[in-house]
């Protein structure tokens, strides 16, 4: 069983940075597709970002060359970094695994959620 436990969220102004991490147990983090998602109030959970287990990466166009994922495989541990947030980018932010792939961008693969973690950006 895959456990995920999100951290790094808050409340910040505009332009500023945020790093979430994302700390995996109880499974092979090294092989599998890790991935960002968020839901914002009344919106469908959409995938920000996602890394594959050799390091492939992919953004959504909204966060595209403001937003980096990595992943730190000695320590099971992914990470997202933010900068220059936006008031749009306020939402839920959840880490999921995708324990049967090494790359995925489908979400029906993800079967591990975190909890989720806050980001609420102010104007």
């Known amino acids: 069983q895959v456990q995920l436990v999100e951290s790094g969220g808050g409340l910040v102004q505009a332009g500023d940075s945020l790093r979430l991490s994302c700390a995996a147990s109880?499974?092979?983090?090294?092989?599998?597709?890790m991935g960002w998602y968020r839901q914002a109030p009344g919106k469908e959970r959409e995938l920000v970002a996602a890394?594959?287990?050799?390091?492939?990466?992919v953004y959504a166009s909204s966060v595209k060359g403001r937003f980096t994922i990595s992943r730190d495989n000695a320590k099971s541990t992914v990470y997202l970094q933010m900068i220059s947030l936006k008031p749009e980018d306020t939402a839920v932010y959840y880490c999921?695994?995708?324990?049967?792939?090494?790359?995925?961008?489908?979400?029906?693969?993800?079967?591990?959620w975190g909890q989720g973690t806050q980001v609420t950006v102010s104007s």
């Open positions: 890394i594959s287990s050799g390091g492939n990466t």
């Open positions: 999921a695994a995708a324990v049967r792939f090494s790359w995925t961008m489908r979400t029906r693969d993800y079967d591990y």
């Open positions: 109880g499974g092979t983090f090294s092989s599998s597709s």
